[in-house]
T-cell receptor
Framework: GAVVSQHPSRVICKSGTSVKIECRSL??????MFWYRQFPKQSLMLMAT?????????EQGVEKDKFLINHASLTLSTLTVTSAHPEDSSFYIC???????????FGPGTRLTVT | AQKITQTQPGMFVQEKEAVTLDCTYD???????LFWYKQPSSGEMIFLIY??????QNATEGRYSLNFQKARKSANLVISASQLGDSAMYFC??????????????FGSGTRLSIRP
């Protein structure tokens, strides 16, 4: 089946610094990738949808200047959390659409801790 | 607006028993899809089963079946012969905005299933 990877799996950063999370589709091309955030014991909340070669579409309430998304190629999307604060600590999960809208595969997630 | 509702925050079931996880949804789109995902403690999202709004038959995948009642807007997941490894968080999800490229998956609040030996 289709595989999506995320790197890093865990990251700890200091408050005020920026951190980049990569999402890669390993064996398929993904024209659309999605970024979700999940706080402990809560559901996945969609942050943004990114299409290769164009600007990401952010969900209401998500700060586009804080969460920078770049979908530079058909196999790579990156999420950069800028000027991170402790409240940004969360589990970030990406997913990639393989072809039809039925086929959406999730990465293993990245646990971000901001100290 | 699209919405997914899971009213069971947690469930305990005896091993080998069947279990039904409830999910109701709301959408004005005539075309939509419903998913169930399993999330173990490791955090990965594992796809279990999919039901399209125009599918005539209920979806089945091994021990998983989806009880799709369109008029009631419900899409309950049934797990037969539960196993200890089924203990996890389960999310019902819906593909919103039809078949367009803008469609995206939104999630319910989840049900934590615990299987007792």
């Amino acid at each position: 089946g289709a595989v999506v990877s995320q790197h890093p799996s865990r990251v700890i950063c200091k408050s005020g610094t920026s951190v980049k999370i990569e999402c890669r589709s390993l064996d398929f091309q993904a024209t659309t990738m999605f970024w979700y955030r999940q706080f402990p014991k809560q559901s996945l909340m969609l942050m943004a949808t990114s299409n290769e070669g164009s600007k990401a579409t952010y969900e209401q309430g998500v700060e586009k200047d804080k969460f920078l998304i770049n979908h530079a190629s058909l196999t790579l999307s990156t999420l950069t959390v800028t000027s991170a604060h402790p409240e940004d600590s969360s589990f970030y999960i990406c997913s990639a659409r393989a072809g039809t809208v039925y086929e959406q595969y999730f990465g293993p997630g990245t646990r971000l801790t901001v100290t | 607006a699209q919405k997914i509702t899971q009213t069971q925050p947690g469930m305990f079931v005896q091993e080998k028993e069947a279990v039904t996880l409830d999910c109701t949804y709301d959408t004005s789109d005539p075309s939509y899809g419903l998913f169930w995902y399993k999330q173990p403690s490791s955090g990965e999202m594992i796809f279990l089963i999919y039901q399209g709004s125009y599918d005539q038959q209920n979806a089945t995948e091994g021990r998983y079946s989806l009880n799709f009642q369109k008029a009631r807007k419900s899409a309950n997941l049934v797990i037969s012969a539960s196993q200890l490894g089924d203990s996890a968080m389960y999310f019902c999800a819906m593909r919103a905005s039809g078949y367009s490229s803008a469609s995206k998956i939104i999630f319910g609040s989840g049900t934590r299933l615990s299987i007792r030996p």
